[in-house]
Nanobody, 116 residues
């Protein structure tokens, strides 16, 4: 089994920055794609960003240019650097490890609130 644990959420003012971290406890971290998703109150969970095993990065249009996803295989950790945060970025952020092209192992989430 794989345990995924997110951290780094919090309250930040509009225009501010946060870095989320996600540690995946399990074998062969480097061969799996990792992704970030978010869910705002009353809305469905949505894709935010993804980094493949080959370090190719993908982003949702709403965050491209503001968020950066990266991974450190030695630490079995994936990061989401968020800048120029907006109130509409407020959500619970979830990390997932992929299997067969789908997010399969999920963390419990970390709350990000953007408010003045």
């Amino acid at each position: 089994q794989v345990q995924v644990v997110e951290s780094g959420g919090g309250l930040v003012q509009p225009g501010g920055s946060l870095r989320l971290s996600c540690v995946a406890h399990g074998s062969f971290f480097d061969v799996y794609d990792m992704g970030w998703y978010r869910q705002a109150p009353g809305k469905e969970r949505e894709f935010v960003a993804k980094v493949t095993s080959g370090r190719t990065r993908e982003y949702a249009d709403s965050v491209r240019g503001r968020f950066t996803v990266s991974r450190d295989n030695a630490k079995t950790t994936v990061y989401l650097q968020m800048t120029s945060l907006k109130p509409e970025d407020t959500a619970a952020y979830y990390c997932a490890q992929f299997r067969s092209g789908r997010p399969t192992y999920w963390g419990q989430g970390t709350q990000v609130t953007v408010s003045s």
